[in-house]
């Protein structure tokens, strides 16, 4: 199967969300160059996995309505730019795909009045019953209307992985290496150093689909230190990929950026200080 055809089928299989796309795009690609990106190219970036004009005008009016992005019109073109209070969002979802992992120096036992065992999961804490939680003690504040009441590194962490359904988070590992793992093959060991139009499209539309396809289980993973974990867990092995992969898919894509891609000044730059601090942290 060719790298066109492999994008085609892996995008139909992700059963892609635009708006949620549309994230992944932001989060990747426009907010290290600046935050503002053209509609026409954001269309010409979504048609290439699928999703077509009207869905992302939908998709961009719902992110629009959550402040997510802010809308501005420049002569006959729209731009849209990440909105100021999504910021930190993006910030810290950057900082766990490109960033340094912080160790685990205990755990956290917090009484959060209010808090629904949903709403704890989706900010990544087990439940351990009424409204006490757990996470890992990476020297995070409690949060807002929490208590501390225990911090410390138990003797043996291991019976602590029951709070938490470690299972789909697996799974979610799982269909990102099957996804992902024949491209690894498929492209050579160096990144390729020349241009190539197609190729360097190729390059951008895999990348994104990979940070989507990583991102989706990444954000939901509380990262529990390995003697928690069982056995045959597939985190790191899909972290190692998804760091391998996006290196060597990195120069071809940012070549399909500064050729291609544009914002409220002009096409994006290919790198900048920004996207060049996110490559040394994963390197």
Same mark, same amino acid.
């Given at each position: 199967?060719?790298?066109?055809?492999?994008?085609?089928?892996?995008?139909?299989?992700?059963?892609?969300?635009?708006?949620?796309?549309? @994230?992944?795009?932001?989060?990747?690609?426009?907010?290290?160059?600046?935050?503002?990106?053209?509609?026409?190219?954001?269309?010409?970036?979504?048609?290439?996995?699928?999703?077509?004009?009207?869905?992302?005008?939908?998709?961009?009016?719902?992110?629009?309505?959550?402040?997510?992005?802010?809308?501005?019109?420049?002569?006959?073109?729209?731009?849209?730019?990440?909105?100021?209070?999504?910021?930190?969002?993006?910030?810290?979802?950057?900082?766990?795909?490109?960033?340094?992992?912080?160790?685990?120096?205990?755990?956290?036992?917090?009484?959060?009045?209010?808090?629904?065992?949903?709403?704890?999961?989706?900010?990544?804490?087990?439940?351990?019953?009424?409204?006490?939680?757990?996470?890992?003690?990476?020297?995070?504040?409690?949060?807002?209307?929490?208590?501390?009441?225990?911090?410390?590194?138990?003797?043996?962490?291991?019976?602590?992985?029951?709070?938490?359904?470690?299972?789909?988070?697996?799974?979610?590992?799982?269909?990102?290496?099957?996804?992902?793992?024949?491209?690894?093959?498929?492209?050579?060991?160096?990144?390729?150093?020349?241009?190539?139009?197609?190729?360097?499209?190729?390059?951008?539309?895999?990348?994104?689909?990979? @940070?989507?396809?990583?991102?989706? @289980?990444?954000?939901?993973?509380?990262?529990?230190?390995?003697?928690?974990?069982?056995?045959?867990?597939?985190?790191?092995?899909?972290?190692?990929?998804?760091?391998?992969?996006?290196?060597?898919?990195?120069?071809?894509?940012?070549?399909?950026?500064?050729?291609?891609?544009?914002?409220?000044?002009?096409?994006?730059?290919?790198?900048?200080?920004?996207?060049?601090?996110?490559?040394?942290?994963?390197?």
């Amino acid at each position: 199967m060719s790298k066109p055809d492999w994008i085609a089928a892996i995008s139909r299989d992700m059963r892609l969300n635009a708006a949620a796309f549309i @994230v992944t795009v932001y989060g990747d690609i426009v907010v290290p160059r600046g935050g503002v990106l053209w509609t026409g190219t954001l269309i010409e970036l979504c048609a290439r996995v699928g999703i077509n004009e009207s869905l992302v005008r939908t998709a961009v009016s719902r992110l629009v309505a959550a402040h997510q992005l802010q809308g501005e019109r420049v002569g006959r073109r729209s731009y849209y730019r990440l909105d100021a209070s999504a910021r930190a969002v993006f910030d810290q979802a950057a900082a766990l795909l490109y960033g340094s992992d912080l160790p685990v120096r205990g755990w956290q036992v917090l009484h959060i009045p209010g808090l629904t065992p949903d709403e704890g999961r989706r900010l990544r804490m087990g439940h351990m019953g009424g409204s006490v939680f757990l996470r890992p003690d990476r020297g995070q504040p409690p949060p807002p209307g929490a208590i501390l009441l225990h911090a410390a590194a138990p003797d043996d962490p291991a019976p602590l992985a029951q709070f938490w359904d470690l299972s789909s988070l697996q799974q979610g590992y799982e269909a990102m290496l099957s996804r992902f793992l024949p491209l690894d093959t498929a492209l050579p060991a160096r990144p390729l150093a020349d241009a190539n139009a197609d190729v360097d499209a190729d390059a951008l539309v895999a990348r994104l689909l990979l @940070v989507h396809a990583y991102r989706h @289980v990444l954000l939901r993973d509380p990262r529990l230190p390995p003697a928690a974990l069982p056995r045959g867990w597939k985190g790191q092995e899909a972290r190692a990929l998804f760091r391998r992969l996006y290196l060597r898919l990195t120069p071809g894509a940012e070549r399909h950026i500064a050729a291609r891609l544009l914002g409220e000044a002009g096409p994006l730059p290919a790198r900048t200080a920004e996207s060049a601090a996110r490559l040394a942290g994963m390197a």
